[in-house]
């Protein structure tokens, strides 16, 4: 970085310096351990588990959305580096592949996701 001024009497000067980060940056990261990817379920309770590392920041929040009849649930943070979601049962109404996505975000903003797909079947 370089400035250049000019002062009141108008004399005028210049400094550079060298900004150096300390710390090397790490995203966060966010995975989900159960279900496993194309898992089936029908008519059943549907627990979402997963492991998470803030990185370089600090933990804002973790969100889950699946396809629960109740919509979305929060989120339980078991300890440093895992979470648990049970919001009861699969959404009822038609079969069809459905997503699972998980986003951690930290308080600077950074988010990171993971996302896997299941089968439902018809619980009409």
Do not use: K
């Not at 900004?19 to 966010?30: E, G, L, N, W």
């Not at 998470?52 to 109740?70: F, H, K, Q, R």
């Not at 919509?71 to 648990?84: Q, Y």
């Amino acid at each position: 970085i370089e400035v250049t001024g000019t002062d009141s009497n108008g004399a005028r000067g210049s400094v550079s310096g060298f900004i150096f980060r300390t710390t090397a940056f790490r995203p966060p990261s966010i995975t989900i351990t159960s279900p496993s990817d194309g898992d089936y379920y029908q008519c059943g309770n549907l627990s979402v588990t997963g492991t998470y590392n803030t990185g370089s920041g600090i933990l804002d929040s973790i969100t889950v959305d699946a396809p629960w009849e109740m919509g979305r649930c929060p989120v339980t943070i078991i300890d440093a580096a895992h979470f648990s979601v049970d919001c009861g049962e699969v959404v009822y109404g038609p079969a069809g592949i459905y997503d699972i996505e998980a986003v951690i975000e930290t308080t600077d903003g950074i988010q990171s996701l993971d996302a896997i797909t299941i089968t439902v079947g018809d619980c009409s």
